[in-house]
Nanobody
């Protein structure tokens, strides 16, 4: 699986942005898809995840983004989205999409559990 992230940019605090990730291959509906983010000098951290068809397409969020970010997927387009509203300067980071077919519930938030990664897209929120 190859992942291609896009949609990052510069936005003012309080604004919105949507990032996208397109996946290659035929089995996209079965993949759990996640978004992680990494700020300079910090470790890559979990932001959101949406399960594949085997997991009922349920979604989960880090506390830091809950209520502001929404993850969704379009299986017909092999694409996962992260809609980001009420953005804050601390949301500034490179956003990475990740995929796995074999991940289990207890490791959804663990970046080491994902097999495939996109190249990242920069999101900058100005104050």
């Amino acid at each position: 699986v190859q992942l291609q992230a896009s949609g990052g940019g510069l936005v003012q605090a309080g604004g919105s942005l949507r990032v996208s990730c397109v996946a290659s291959g035929d089995a996209f509906p079965r993949y759990t898809m996640s978004w992680f983010r990494q700020s300079p000098g910090k470790e890559r951290e979990f932001a959101s995840v949406i399960r594949g068809s085997g997991g009922g397409s349920r979604s989960y969020y880090a506390d830091s983004v809950k209520g502001r970010f929404t993850i969704s997927r379009d299986n017909g387009k092999n694409t996962v989205y992260l809609q980001m509203n009420s953005l804050k300067p601390e949301d500034t980071a490179v956003y990475y999409c990740a995929a796995s077919r074999t991940i289990i519930m207890s490791t959804l938030y663990n970046r080491n559990a994902y097999n495939y990664w996109g190249q990242g897209t920069q999101v900058t929120v100005s104050s």
